[in-house]
T-cell receptor
Framework: DAMVIQNPRYQVTQFGKPVTLSCSQT?????MYWYQQKSSQAPKLLFH???????NEADTPDNFQSRRPNTSFCFLDIRSPGLGDAAMYLC?????????????FGDGTRLSIL | GEDVEQSLFLSVREGDSSVINCTYT??????LYWYKQEPGAGLQLLTY?????DMKQDQRLTVLLNKKDKHLSLRIADTQTGDSAIYFC?????????FGAGTTVTVRA
């Protein structure tokens, strides 16, 4: 089945040690999103790519970066993780950015910080 | 999402109907979405409704939209144990989904 795949499902890193989360899609969608979801909270959009164009949300910390080397892959880099960055990170895709194009989510990567 | 509000918990008996309510504030939202999240998993798209509709039915799911009151509801008929999850409503503004805090639905035997 065409899917949004996130690896790994669980990631543990040390305080301050850079970490990269990955997302791939077989849907050939133009738009890829990264969300942060802390425990018992709603997902919060960090940024998205429309094709190669990167769009950062105004309140996304500088500690978070992203790369999209091709249509299929998108990476979330956390440069110096703090304890407050422990969360579920969700990747999503949509064919277009228009409102009638649903976003399809992966199963997420749960990040723990030691 | 501070602009989307949902009740936090719902307990329902197996076989009964569940109704999850949501209010939103952005009157310019043209599409409203419902997602389901099971423990430890991502968000599964359930259904969505265009704002010029007042009802949409998809198998056991019925969405009702009252645009005047900015009220959205999701009805699950014949609720099963597999329906236990967190349900998020979300309003869409351009590329951005703004989610409510989620309603935890617990199905009891």
């Amino acid at each position: 089945d065409a899917m949004v795949i996130q690896n790994p499902r669980y990631q543990v890193t040390q305080f301050g040690k850079p970490v990269t989360l990955s997302c791939s899609q077989t849907l050939n969608h133009n738009v890829m999103y990264w969300y942060q979801q802390k425990s018992s909270q709603a997902p919060k959009l960090l940024f998205h790519y429309y094709d190669k164009d990167f769009n950062n949300e105004a309140d996304t910390p500088d500690n978070f970066q992203s790369r999209r080397p091709n249509t299929s892959f998108c990476f979330l880099d956390i440069r110096s993780p703090g304890l407050g960055d422990a969360a579920m990170y969700l990747c999503a895709t949509s064919r277009e950015a228009a409102e009638n194009q649903p976003q399809h989510f992966g199963d997420g990567t749960r990040l723990s910080i030691l | 999402g501070e602009d989307v509000e949902q009740s936090l918990f719902l307990s329902v008996r197996e076989g009964d109907s569940s109704v999850i309510n949501c209010t939103y504030t952005d009157s310019s939202s043209t599409y409203l979405y419902w997602y389901k999240q099971e423990p430890g998993a991502g968000l599964q798209l359930l259904t969505y409704i265009f704002s010029n509709m007042d009802m949409k039915q998809d198998q056991r799911l019925t969405v009702l939209l009252n645009k005047k009151d900015k009220h959205l509801s999701l009805r699950i008929a014949d609720t099963q144990t597999g329906d236990s999850a967190i349900y998020f409503c979300a309003e869409r503004d351009d590329y951005k989904l703004s989610f409510g805090a989620g309603t935890t639905v617990t199905v009891r035997a």
